[in-house]
């Protein structure tokens, strides 16, 4: 069994010629950029699959259809909405979708080659959010645990056990699915029962010290060896 690191949200990067499309003053736009920033996740663990661009550029692990709960605050693949609910961006440049496609291309890719070799998967989806909730998430949730592990109807039973155990093992307070639920798995594989997928969300404030930080790293070292 492989497990691979998935980070979509850690980047903070624009490209230069979509700037223009932000409506927000360039000091609140940073801002907003590193409010909705899972900040330093890859510097906890070497992700296997990471965007390079900013969430608010184009959110990869949205659903690009209808279906997606986050269109109805203006938060789909293509935020036109900033966290506390302000208008970010008019019309996004529909071009911008290719990065959304690229990627899950590359995802697909990712995880066909790796099947190669073995005969399971395990993608961890690493997140982290805030200690309080933010405008725009959907039901505020105020239970807001150390640590959030998602899952769907697809998840492996062993996995899930085992990183129960490592969080119990690390001392961490965890929640299933709160606030936050859900974990993704790349399209062609959504029903492949190679591949499963756990969500791992990590409380801002668990990691704001050096000391935090290199006991978050050491908690993600033991999931990826299995220990």
């Excluded at 990065?99 to 099947?115: A, M, S």
């Excluded at 990590?202 to 999931?223: A, H, N, P, Q």
């Amino acid at each position: 069994m492989k497990t691979i690191f998935h980070i979509p949200h850690c980047s903070k990067k624009i490209p230069k010629k979509y700037l223009k499309e932000y409506l927000l003053p360039k000091n609140e736009l940073i801002k907003e950029i590193d409010i909705m920033c899972d900040n330093d996740l890859d510097k906890m663990i070497k992700a296997n699959m990471m965007f390079k661009y900013s969430r608010i550029f184009c959110d990869v692990e949205r659903f690009n259809n209808n279906n997606e709960i986050m269109n109805k605050v203006g938060m789909g693949v293509l935020y036109t909405k900033t966290s506390d609910l302000r208008e970010l961006r008019k019309n996004p440049s529909k071009d911008i979708i290719k990065y959304y496609d690229r990627y899950h291309y590359k995802f697909n890719k990712l995880i066909k080659k790796t099947l190669e070799t073995n005969d399971r998967v395990l993608i961890i989806d690493l997140h982290s959010y805030s200690k309080h909730p933010l405008d725009y998430e959907i039901g505020k949730n105020l239970n807001r645990p150390e640590i959030c592990i998602g899952i769907n109807e697809k998840y492996n039973k062993y996995d899930f056990e085992k990183i129960i155990y490592i969080t119990n093992k690390f001392g961490y307070i965890y929640k299933i699915n709160e606030p936050f639920c859900g974990c993704l798995i790349p399209s062609d594989y959504m029903n492949d029962d190679r591949v499963s997928g756990i969500m791992i969300e990590i409380r801002k404030d668990v990691y704001d010290t050096c000391e935090k930080f290199s006991k978050i790293k050491e908690y993600l070292k033991y999931i990826k060896n299995g220990n």
